[in-house]
Antibody, heavy 112, light 111 residues
Framework: EVQLVESGGGLIQPGGSLRLSCAAS????????MSWVRQAPGKGLEWVSV???????YYADSVKGRFTISRDNSKNTLYLQMNSLRAEDTAVYYC??????WGQGTLVTVSS | DIVMTQTPLSLSVTPGQPASISCKSS???????????LYWYLQKPGQPPQLLIY???NRFSGVPDRFSGSGSGTDFTLKISRVEAEDVGVYYC????????FGGGTKVEIK
């Protein structure tokens, strides 16, 4: 069964850093394109970042230079390193495989 | 960047009646491989989005046949032939021909 499980969210102060993880099972993260999508409270879906099977990475303008997407093939896990966090980064963060399979999400709250 | 525009913002539908949602993209979603990379999702309260339709008109596994997608190029439509209570939630269209972009969402509720 294809499954994605996010972890690493929590309450963090503005300017802080957090690393989200997305553990995959039932498929290989390196053979698909993997994305991070976020949803601020009461708002719509916002694409954050993508890593393609070949390793190319792309970011939304709102996070460029602050967030880094990566994957560990040996652990079959996707990551999102988030630095210089701002209040507007507060959201549920979902990882998704090929935009087909989604995890349950992990909540990131940036507040002092 | 490709902009996805969904209408209407919300819909109130009587059970058993049809519903239709429009999605327009700022650029063609037709790829040189012949596929059109337009997807439809339903997000129920407290849940992640679930895929309904991929590549314009293909129902995902387990999706009831009352859901159908159509369109081409830049204009797309999701139709529910007979709305049921379990169809409430927010519907999103998404393109993946150039990175990913979501529409703003259409909230569907039951009258």
């Amino acid at each position: 069964e294809v499954q994605l499980v996010e972890s690493g969210g929590g309450l963090i102060q503005p300017g802080g850093s957090l690393r989200l993880s997305c553990a995959a099972s039932g498929f290989t993260v390196s053979s698909n394109y993997m994305s991070w999508v976020r949803q601020a409270p009461g708002k719509g879906l916002e694409w954050v970042s993508v890593i393609y099977s070949g390793g190319s990475t792309y970011y939304a303008d709102s996070v460029k230079g602050r967030f880094t997407i990566s994957r560990d093939n040996s652990k079959n896990t996707l990551y999102l390193q988030m630095n210089s966090l701002r209040a507007e980064d507060t959201a549920v963060y979902y990882c998704a495989r090929d935009a087909v399979t989604w995890g349950q999400g992990t909540l990131v709250t940036v507040s002092s | 960047d490709i902009v996805m525009t969904q209408t209407p913002l919300s819909l109130s539908v009587t059970p058993g009646q049809p519903a239709s949602i429009s999605c327009k993209s700022s650029q063609s979603l037709l790829h040189s491989d012949g596929k059109t990379y337009l997807y439809w999702y339903l997000q129920k309260p407290g849940q992640p989005p679930q895929l309904l339709i991929y590549e314009v008109s293909n129902r995902f596994s387990g999706v009831p046949d009352r859901f159908s997608g159509s369109g081409s190029g830049t204009d797309f439509t999701l139709k529910i032939s007979r709305v049921e209570a379990e169809d409430v939630g927010v519907y999103y269209c998404m393109q993946s021909i150039q990175l990913l972009t979501f529409g703003g969402g259409t909230k569907v509720e039951i009258k």
